[in-house]
């Protein structure tokens, strides 16, 4: 999988990506990424990106002419996506289908300012994504949730494989049960008795309905959803 990510902060990248188990698949070439700096595309020597807003009103607009000539210096693009409150939140769902091709390519064009011209959008065919309802300073944030979530469920990324995402929330349609380790007594807590008991199916069912409780109490929605 690829990723050319359109930012003026090239320098963020691979940042949080590097490390952990997504790090080590960018090292063993499971995914890659080109971080291309919008500002080489400015209109001027000070590295204009931005202007003022047609029809007034505070904050700047990353300019269509850079976009465009950024978008443009691309060879391979893929699917365009640009982060904005604007899109559709991104669900675990949609982070499955994005990762279903291990050859995908995307580019990631993260905004700063107020946003993007929205003849970009326009022209290019852009999808827009949201991580979520909150206003972020930039879409860089954003492009790494994007990275981080898709290749985390690509095969050999994680150890256990495809058996650990597949338990996760919202993998199974709800949130995760509690989770215990070692050692079996700490400060007075004890694990619960039936995951020492070895009894597979006991295990299951406790876990089942932990996770329905959970989900019941914290997060109605997702029931409702399915
Ligand atoms: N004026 C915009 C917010 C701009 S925030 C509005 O009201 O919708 C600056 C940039 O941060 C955006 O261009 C976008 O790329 C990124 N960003 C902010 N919040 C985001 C979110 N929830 N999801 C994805 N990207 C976001």
């Known amino acids: 999988m690829h990723f050319n990510i359109l930012t003026i902060f090239p320098e963020l990248f691979p940042g949080t990506l590097g490390a952990g188990v997504v ?13 291309i700096n919008i500002r080489d595309f400015a209109i001027n020597n000070y590295g204009s990106v931005d202007d003022e807003q047609f029809g007034g009103g505070a904050g700047m607009v990353m300019r269509p002419d850079v976009l465009g000539a950024a978008l443009d210096s691309v060879k391979k693009p893929g ?11 991104l669900t675990q769902h949609m982070v499955r289908e994005f990762a279903a091709d291990a050859g995908a390519v995307y580019t990631l064009l993260c905004g700063r300012y107020e946003g ?8 290019y065919d852009i999808m827009e994504l949201s991580i979520g309802d909150y206003i972020l300073s930039g879409g860089e944030i954003a492009a790494e949730v994007f990275i981080d ?14 058996d650990t995402t597949a338990n996760e929330s919202f993998e199974i349609g709800g949130l995760e049960w509690p989770l215990y380790t070692r050692p079996s007594a700490w400060r007075g807590r004890n694990v619960p008795e039936v995951l020492l008991s ?29």
């Open 23 to 35: 790090g080590r698949a960018l090292n063993n070439g499971i995914w890659s990424y080109d971080a």
């Open 79 to 89: 699917r365009i996506i640009y982060f904005s409150p604007r899109g559709p939140r």
């Open 116 to 123: 993007i011209d929205q003849r970009v959008i326009e022209e």
């Open 149 to 162: 979530s898709c290749v985390r469920v690509m095969d050999n990324v994680l150890h256990g494989g495809s």
């Open 198 to 226: 070895g009894h597979h199916g006991n295990i299951e069912r406790w876990r089942k309905q932990q996770s329905d409780d959970i989900t019941k109490e914290r997060r109605p929605d997702l029931i409702k959803e399915k």
